[in-house]
């Protein structure tokens, strides 16, 4: 079955910088739609990035902020987080799906999702 764990998470001071990891297996991090999502408390999960075949696409508050890559070689993908705000405080998560080689935030095209790791940022 498909398998996606998540580390990397923890808390940081506003400013700060974390990266995530999400180890995929029985899924190919170079061939499948991989993205990333967050939940923060009260709140619905939003798309933060994703990327199949090179493409990226970001969610306009995480552009320039953000960088979503991945290791083939480790079937493993990478989320980049610098300046990081009080308001990126959520639980993230790593999910894989498929989006026609065009990369997508739509939660409904990922099938796949990984258990979170909690990100925290104090002010």
């Known amino acids: 079955q498909v398998q996606l764990v998540e580390s990397g998470g923890g808390s940081v001071q506003a400013g700060g910088s974390l990266r995530l990891s999400c180890e995929a297996s029985r899924v190919s991090v170079s061939n499948d739609c991989m993205g990333w999502f967050r939940q923060a408390p009260g709140k619905e999960r939003e798309g933060v990035a994703s990327?199949?075949?090179?493409?990226?696409m970001y969610a306009d508050s995480m552009k320039g902020r953000f960088t979503i890559s991945k290791d083939n070689a480790k079937n493993t993908l990478y989320l980049q987080m610098n300046s990081l705000k009080p308001e990126d405080t959520a639980i993230y998560y790593c999910?894989?799906?498929?989006?026609?080689?065009?990369?997508?935030?739509?939660?409904?095209?990922?099938?796949?999702w990984g258990q979170g790791t909690q990100v925290t940022v104090s002010s």
């Open positions: 999910a894989a799906g498929f989006c026609n080689n065009f990369p997508t935030l739509r939660l409904a095209q990922f099938a796949y």
């Open positions: 990327i199949v075949n090179g493409r990226t």
